[in-house]
């Protein structure tokens, strides 16, 4: 089974500037993907950012972007330019790629990291 | 565009009472699934379906029930509501690597 470790639960950051994420996992797959999903105080989770194990550019979507070290099992989460719109839980999320439609899409989370961007 | 809806957001039980959360997307996603949340932890796979006709149990399936009579709805059924089921409940679909989740349903069991 696959596990996934957040060992920050809390982090704040002051507005404009830049917080790091740290998340790693533990698997015995070589083809998955890994994600980071946003929940603020309205509870909806959002998907911020996705990577596919199999490539080794790592992904960036306008101020998220992520450091993929797949040899490490290390998955962080690089958040530039905070806002205060940014305040939310993150979770970072495992889900291993199937060859069989069956087996289905299914995340494992870690515990999430709790980001607090102050003015 | 709707994307996922679940219904209702926030629901009180007492403990043996029973009740159904229900889930429908509109954008014929084969894969659908429900989750739950619970203080200090990540969300955790209680039971999905890979098409209509087909659920199969995740992590934490006991307590509950499900079924996929459309593509669209997958209803989560608490047979006998426990204190232990109070959680935050997610319904999410997906056609290919990535959910999208609905809003989430607050359930409270006394």
């Not at chain 1, 992520?66 to 979770?91: E, P, R, W």
């Not at chain 1, 199937?98 to 087996?103: D, L, P, Q, T, V």
């Not at chain 2, 379906?49 to 087909?54: D, E, K, P, R, T």
């Not at chain 2, 459309?70 to 999410?92: G, H, I, K, M, N």
Request: charged share 15%; with cysteine; net charge neutral.
């Amino acid at each position: 089974a696959q596990t996934v470790t957040q060992s920050q639960p809390e982090m704040s950051v002051q507005e404009a500037e830049t917080v790091t994420l740290s998340c790693t996992y533990d698997t015995s797959e070589s083809n998955y993907y890994l994600f980071w999903y946003k929940q603020p105080p309205s509870r909806q989770m959002i998907l911020v950012i996705r990577q596919e194990a199999y490539k080794q550019q790592n992904a960036t979507e306008n101020r998220f972007s992520v450091n993929f070290q797949k040899a490490a099992k290390s998955f962080s989460l690089k958040i530039s330019d905070s806002q205060l719109g940014d305040t939310a839980m993150y979770f970072c999320a495992f889900m291993k790629l199937y060859m069989i439609k069956a087996a289905g899409n299914k995340l494992t989370f870690g515990g999430g990291t709790r980001v607090l961007v102050k003015p | 565009n709707a994307g996922v809806t679940q219904t209702p957001k926030f629901q009180v039980l007492k403990t043996g009472q029973s009740m159904t959360l229900q889930c429908a997307q509109d954008m014929n996603h084969e894969y659908m699934s429900w989750y739950r949340q619970d203080p200090g932890m990540g969300l955790r796979l209680i039971h999905y379906s890979v098409g209509a006709g087909i659920t199969d149990q995740g992590e934490v399936p006991n307590g509950y029930n499900v079924s996929r009579s459309t593509t669209e709805d997958f209803p989560l059924r608490l047979l006998s509501a426990a204190p232990s089921q109070t959680s935050v409940y997610f319904c999410a679909s997906s056609s290919d690597g990535g959910l999208f989740f609905g809003e989430g349903s607050r359930l409270t069991v006394l």
